[in-house]
């Protein structure tokens, strides 16, 4: 039986979301391994942080009395030089590497022939949801 061939723009979303989620997972990985190992280098002592999740405190209580009060969800960008914004980042590329593939999956749309403008429609409307979802402006 003769294996069918995939077509080109799903060979290259399905590249860019397995490479992009095996950075993520190593940066996810190694961040909180080293936030353990240097505590001095992390936003938020660990040491504090556990015991404070651990005691039962609601999210808001473990902010307030490990980092002083939430500083929103994009802290990471003012904090990469700390292991916890490292790990962070990591989180962000693996959410945002479906954009990031559906991008990629739009421009392999435009060299096909012909050109399927209504997945390219569709990838490129979903790239544009996830990329205002992620910067705050787009809220469900």
């Known amino acids: 039986m003769e294996k069918p061939k995939i077509p080109f723009p799903q060979i290259v979303y399905g590249k860019i979301i397995y490479w992009l989620c095996i950075v993520a997972a190593f940066i996810c990985t190694l961040g909180p391994v ?14 504090y942080l556990f015991f404070s999740i651990w005691d039962g405190n609601s999210p808001e ?22 292991w916890d914004g490292v790990t962070q980042f990591g989180l962000v590329v693996g959410c945002f590497c479906a954009c990031l593939a559906l991008l990629g999956t739009a421009v392999a749309f435009l060299w ?22 992620a910067l705050g402006i787009y809220r469900v």
């Open 61 to 82: 209580a473990v902010w307030q009395q490990v980092g002083g009060g939430f500083p929103g969800g994009h802290f990471w960008l003012h904090s990469l030089n700390t």
């Open 34 to 47: 080293l936030a353990i190992a240097f505590p001095e280098r992390n936003f938020m002592d660990p040491h």
């Open 112 to 133: 096909m022939k012909p050109r399927p403008y209504g997945w390219l429609g569709v990838s490129l409307f979903i790239a544009i949801m996830i990329l205002l979802s």
